[in-house]
T-cell receptor
């Protein structure tokens, strides 16, 4: 069975500091991995995805993530945090080679300190 | 192109009633998935429809059902509402299998 674990339900960083949101996954098949962001009272927006190929994936808003098979990790990073990055972030995996059924982590709320 | 449209955005129902939520996917997308989001359980997969057929189903009771029409629009229905059904219900429109585009959701409150 597939699962996702996000370490830290709440992360707080200063504006301009490095953002690191941790995600580990479990999958019996080669996974498709995603990071989504959710702003208050909104749906989910895809930040980036890993399907195959290059393990360092760049997404929108300056975010990137690296797929590390040996560590079963897919951590999300951003070099310099902006106030507008404050939101809930979800790591997700799909057990199929499609996005039709996505298994989400519990989410990490990112706060940015001025 | 237009995004995923979910209606209504907000809904208040009484216990025991039934409710129908609607989702219009992105034009050309034939697959739609539904998710329930609650503070306690997080995001949980409800079901997926592809070309009017349910292809996957999550672990929810039979009170939760759905359907998809020939124009790919989808509805989900919850019968005999319970307080615990209060949640944000999200619809995803699936693109070529590898990307899900989410609507803004329908916030259902059961009182």
């Amino acid at each position: 069975a597939q699962s996702v674990t996000q370490l830290g339900s709440h992360v707080s960083v200063s504006e301009g500091a490095l953002v690191l949101l941790r995600c580990n996954y479990s999958s019996s098949v080669p996974p498709y991995l995603f990071w989504y962001v959710q702003y208050p009272n909104q749906g989910l927006q895809l930040l980036l995805k890993y399907t195959t190929g290059a393990t360092l994936v760049k997404g929108i808003n300056g975010f990137e993530a690296e797929f590390k098979k040996s560590e079963t990790s897919f951590h999300l990073t951003k070099p310099s945090a902006h106030m507008s990055d404050a939101a809930e972030y979800f790591c997700a995996v799909t057990p199929y080679s499609s996005a039709s059924k996505i298994i989400f982590g519990s989410g990490t709320r990112l706060s940015i300190r001025p | 192109k237009a995004g995923v449209t979910q209606t209504p955005r907000y809904l208040i129902k009484t216990r025991g009633q039934q409710v129908t939520l609607s989702c219009s996917p992105i034009s050309g997308h034939r697959s739609v998935s539904w998710y329930q989001q609650t503070p306690g359980q997080g995001l949980q997969f409800l079901f997926e429809y592809f070309s009017e057929t349910q292809r996957n189903k999550g672990n929810f009771p039979g009170r939760f059902s759905g359907r998809q029409f020939s124009n790919s629009r989808s509805e989900m229905n919850v019968s005999t509402l319970e307080l615990g059904d209060s949640a944000l219900y999200l619809c995803a429109s699936i693109s070529e299998g590898t990307e899900a585009f989410f609507g803004q959701g329908t916030r259902l409150t059961v009182v």
